[in-house]
Every structure is written in C-alpha cells, then in structure tokens.
C-alpha cells in the first residue's frame, strides 16, 4: 500500500470512500458464493427429486436471481409452472383420493442440508479473510 497523507477535513470522506470499496468488494463475492450455491442446490434436487408418472416436475426445476441491489442479491431455488405445485405435496405427502397418504420425500432438505454446510463455511472464510 501506498502512503496517503489526508487532511483532517478529508478524513470522514476517505474513511467512507475504503468503507463503499470493501462493502462492494464483499457484497460481490458473496453473489458468487450465492449464486453458485444456488445453482448447486438445483442441481442437486434435479438428481434426486422424484420422477413421477410424467416425469416433467424434475425438469421445471431451476434458479434465479430475484433481487439485484447495491447491498446484495436475492437468489431463489423454484419449480417452473406448472408443476411448482407439486413441491408441497412431494416434501410433505399428501392424502390419495382412496383415503390413505403418500409417503413424504425429503429430497428437497436433503439437497439443503448438503448445500448449506459448504455455502455457510464459503461465506465465513469471505468475511473472515479479506483478500
């Protein structure tokens, strides 16, 4: 680093200019880690989700980002229609017209609890070690 001899009128000014550069250098490499994570996660739950008689809902599944601000991004894990329904009822089961249930299948919290463990360590060694 290069020595920078700054006024004391200036200070607050400078002092805002590092903290807007870090912020942003910060807030990019966790859309990275985001995005990736996010992309990992559908990919994951298009592997194991369950097949079905049509086979489409695998298919439909898919990520985006939502919400692109100046202090961070939204990303978001969804089933395009008109499948997005069935999620619900996968996870969770549901009652069949004769009476009994189907059985509940956790793909969806599997692919989770795999991908949030590597997304959670990403994002602590990014705010941990600036580089």
């Known amino acids: 680093m290069a020595k920078q001899t700054i006024k004391v009128t200036d200070l607050s000014k400078a002092i805002t200019t ?4 870090y912020h942003q250098n910060v807030t990019d490499r966790l859309d990275k880690i985001a ?3 996010v992309k990992q996660l559908a990919q994951i739950t298009r592997k194991t989700a369950p097949t ?5 809902y695998k298919k439909g599944i898919a990520s985006k ?3 692109k601000k100046k202090t ?3 990303y978001v894990w ?3 229609a008109p499948n997005y329904r069935l999620t619900h009822l996968l996870v969770h089961g549901h009652a069949t017209k ?4 189907t059985r509940a299948d956790p793909f969806l919290k599997n692919a989770v609890d795999e991908v949030f463990p590597a997304y959670e360590a990403a994002v602590e060694r990014t705010l941990k070690y600036d580089k």
Do not use: F, M, P
């Open 72 to 74: 961070g991004s939204t």
């Open 52 to 56: 079905g008689i049509r086979g489409a």
């Open 98 to 101: 004769d009476g009994g249930r």
């Open 35 to 37: 995005d990736a994570s």
């Open 65 to 67: 980002q939502l919400v």
């Open 78 to 80: 969804y089933v395009k």
């Open 18 to 21: 590092e903290l807007t550069i």
